[in-house]
């Protein structure tokens, strides 16, 4: 088996990532810039490498003897995004770009870049619009996040040739423990709200359509992307979906399995209008290429979550290292100035960060 290089991979589906390659014969090695701490990977660190540094950053010579490299790393979501568009913008379209051209150079043969099924919403709630759409549809977004992620796929894919085999995977929204655990998913909000405070919340009445997949499923296609043949999946993009539900269904099935758990769960419905994401994709290209088979349920995934956390004791529901726009404000923050008076950005590249601000 060969050396991975995953970049991001202490975070929140590179932690989960890095366990499975390492259970199939992978040798592992993680760049990360490690923005929310590195204790996801705390009971694997023996069996990998570990180097922290920057994506932008990374040179030739970190890619010493690595086979292929799964690029994560970036800035994750809409909040994050909005946060700081001049960070989203250099991290996930332009790093990504680096980090491909890099890997090329490099000999690296195979670059896999985790996109999103969000280039997909259209940023509106139409049904004339309201249709599945596959990797052939045309996609015209409008947040941040997703334009900087297609920007990002559009620059990857343009550096294939015989030798360099990148391959898009466009994620639908995740969920399921992770040893970086976040609430800020919907699935995992869900088991959060219920066990924190007995109550789920159906925003927009939960209307919207989302495509969803479990952490474990999402890792199984990544490692399907890394073994596959060149030919399979050279300059191929891969919608990465279980199924398309209702978030009010998701917020039923939740609530099904936790009072199945003893959990006493409550439905509240809001049907004040806030921004919605509303979007259906097909997962059928990845199934017949590639033979992938997501197995694991919103319901299993539900039961796995509840026990973790609490035998981990990742209870403290409220602290903003479980939320990714949260814990970047914190640490900004916690920043001090220069002499100029001055703060630095957390994005910067020099920038210095703690792992745990008070």
Sequence with gaps: ??????????????????????????????????????????????RIEIQTAD????????????????NLGGLSNDPTAE????????????????????????GVRRYILASSASVYDLGSFDEDEDVVQT??????????????????????????????????????????????????????????????SGHIT???????????????????????????????????????????FRISEVGLRVKQKLVQMGVPTKI???????????????GRKIRQVLGWNPVVTVDESVEVMVGKIRELGYTNFDHPRYYNIEWLKLLQETRGADPAGKQESIFSVSANLPAHPA
Aim: one cysteine or more; charged letters at 25%.
């Design 268 to 282: 509240q419905v809001d049907y004040t209008y806030r921004g919605v994401r509303n979007y259906r994709v097909s």
């Design 83 to 106: 946060y700081s568009p001049e960070a989203n913008w250099d991290i996930n379209a332009l790093g990504a770009e680096h980090l491909a051209k890099l890997s090329r150079e490099a």
């Design 202 to 244: 159906l925003y927009y009445g939960g209307e919207m359509w989302r495509p969803m997949v479990e952490i474990h499923d999402v890792s199984r296609a990544y490692i399907l992307a890394i073994q596959a043949p060149a030919e399979k999946v050279c300059a191929q993009v891969f919608n990465v979906v279980h199924r398309n």
């Design 55 to 70: 994506l932008r950053a990374l040179t030739p010579a970190d890619l010493e003897n690595v086979d292929a490299v799964v």
């Design 135 to 196: 990797e052939e549809s045309k996609v015209k977004p409008k947040a941040a996040y997703a334009v900087s992620k297609l920007e990002a796929e559009r620059r990857v894919l343009a550096l294939a040739d015989k030798k360099f085999c990148p391959v898009i995977l466009r994620k639908g929204t995740v969920y399921g423990f992770s040893p970086r655990m976040r609430y800020d998913l919907v699935v995992n909000t869900f088991v959060k709200d219920a066990l924190s």
């Design 1 to 46: 088996m060969g050396k991975i290089l995953v970049v991001g991979g202490g975070g929140y589906v590179g932690s989960v990532l890095c366990r499975e390659l390492l259970d199939r014969g992978f040798a592992v090695k993680v760049a990360d810039r490690f923005y929310y701490g590195n204790a996801g990977l705390n009971d694997i660190k023996e």
